[in-house]
């Protein structure tokens, strides 16, 4: 029986066993050129996450089959689930007014532009590094229950949109509008220095995709 060959790309595969650090960093510009986020701060205790990439894919015919296909990407649906959102969390999340130790919610709170970052655990210790660019939360609903013979701790769920940011960035001599970085640091290589120093620093800032420096009489990739 013929070997199965391995992805060159891949060095090991561990499984996901945890998820913590959900962080939220105010968009400050989002724009054709310029691309900024305010530090990152701690949004709440994670639980769970899903995440869903949405593409749109058209297709071509031609001689009664199908000739190409076209795909675009349209959005990313992030669902967190959190222990609880503090007063201050939705502030941070809406145009809602939290002062003097009021949550003052109004007809005109909309979510504000935000990024989202985490990181998930894997099975050999290391971790799987997200950051999502440009999104939006929708107004969680809230659960209040009357407590019974065992109490029940409640928990939120929270579900962001998020999109691709308008700055055009050139990658690998192509131009690309970014919406997530992600970084496995179960497969990063000794030569991958950009996103070993990415990851080292990844809740202190939004993090950006960074080409490693050529050596000397170094071409191509």
């Known amino acids: 029986m013929a070997t199965v060959k391995e992805n060159k ?15 939220i960093a105010a968009v400050t510009t989002n724009d054709e050129d310029v691309y900024a986020a305010d530090v990152p701060v701690r949004l709440a205790k994670a639980i769970a996450a899903t995440v869903k990439d949405t593409f749109s894919v058209e297709y071509t015919y031609s001689d009664d089959e199908v000739e190409d296909t076209v795909e675009t990407y349209e959005k990313t649906e992030i669902e967190l689930e959190v222990n609880r959102l503090t007063p201050g969390d939705y502030a941070l999340l809406f145009d809602t007014l939290y ?7 109004a007809e005109g709170d909309k979510a504000k532009e935000v990024a989202l970052g ?13 950051w999502y660019y440009c999104g939006k939360a929708e107004h969680p609903d809230v659960t ?44 990063l290589l000794e030569e991958h220095t950009t996103a070993k ?3 080292a620093a990844w809740f202190s800032e939004v993090q950006e995709y960074k080409e490693v420096p050529k050596a000397a009489g170094e071409t191509g990739r």
């Open 99 to 105: 002062k003097y130790g009021f949550l003052a919610k």
């Open 197 to 199: 120093e990415a990851i």
């Open 9 to 23: 790309e891949t060095i090991t595969r561990s499984r996901l066993v945890g998820l913590k650090d959900i962080c």
């Open 118 to 130: 985490f990181r998930a655990k894997q099975g050999n210790g290391k971790y799987e590094f997200s």
């Open 144 to 187: 209040y229950e009357t407590v019974k013979d065992k109490k029940t701790a409640q928990t939120i769920k929270i579900t962001f949109t998020f999109y691709a940011r308008k700055k055009e960035d050139t990658i690998e001599g192509e131009k690309k509008k970014l919406y997530a970085l992600i970084v496995d640091e179960s497969n």
